[in-house]
């Protein structure tokens, strides 16, 4: 069976230099007559090319506070969104909208 990887690796951009892409899950192992949900990050990079800027970003996250987000989810929006910023060029844009499910009693 063809991995993602596999598939992909074939591709390729106007310059012959490939698309890279990485796969990273959770698990390393699934039993194939079983149904399986996971977590799964999926990298690609295109080639950099000195002859095209890309415009600037306005990228929004939205970041849930609600009493769920504890633990390794918590770990796990701080990494992305420590990574997402670490991306940001000096003219883009980031907006951050928090989430918050709480009841209050009066």
């Known amino acids: 069976m ?3 990887q596999e598939k992909v690796a074939d591709l390729s951009l106007e310059s012959n230099q490939s698309l890279q892409v990485e796969v990273n899950t959770e ?3 699934l039993k194939y007559d079983l149904s399986h949900e996971i977590l799964a990050m999926i990298t690609l990079k ?3 090319s000195e002859s095209f800027d890309r415009a600037p970003l306005d990228l929004v996250a939205v ?3 609600s009493g769920s987000m ?4 918590l ?3 701080k990494n992305s969104m420590n ?3 670490s991306q940001l ?3 883009d844009r980031l907006a951050i909208v928090l989430l918050i499910r709480s009841s209050s009693s009066f």
């Open 27 to 29: 698990i390393s192992h």
């Open 75 to 77: 770990d796990m929006v």
């Open 89 to 91: 060029r000096e003219d």
């Open 63 to 65: 970041l849930d506070q």
């Open 2 to 4: 063809e991995t993602l």
């Open 70 to 73: 504890s633990g390794e989810k």
């Open 46 to 48: 295109a080639p950099r």
């Open 83 to 85: 990574f997402a910023i």
